[in-house]
Every structure is written in C-alpha cells, then in structure tokens.
C-alpha cells in the first residue's frame, strides 16, 4: 500500500526519526541491519563492473547499468 503526498505535505509533517538512536547506530550494526534486509542487492565485482556513470560534472553521479 502506498500514498502520495504533495510538497507541501511533506514539508508540513513533523519527522519520526529518533535522532538519538540514529546517532547511536554503529557501522557495525548497520552493516548487519544491511545483510538481514532481503532487499538488499549484493553485487559481485563483475556486476559492479558493469555500471557506468551517465552524468557528471554536476555535483552528482548518476549510475547506469549496461546490459
């Protein structure tokens, strides 16, 4: 189930995030929240490989995947 929000929606609802916790987080634990998530893609070198970049020199650096 989704919704859609407007901007101004968005800019209007009062965050959930427990800040504290956030900070607290280790790298550590991150990375094992990482591995336990079933939609976390895991690329092998070759795959990785494969991705090139499509738009820099903007600040940002778009990724592509060539198949």
Do not use: H
Not at 5 to 33: H, N, W
Not at 56 to 67: A, I
């Amino acid at each position: 189930m989704s919704k859609t929000y407007t901007p101004e929606e968005l800019r209007g609802m009062k965050s959930r995030t427990d800040i504290a916790k956030f900070k607290r987080t280790t790298e550590k634990e991150i990375r094992k929240q990482s591995v336990a998530d079933p939609d976390t893609p895991y690329l092998t070198d070759s795959e990785i490989k494969e991705f090139q970049s499509v738009d820099e020199g903007k600040g940002k650096v778009s990724v592509t995947r060539s198949n």
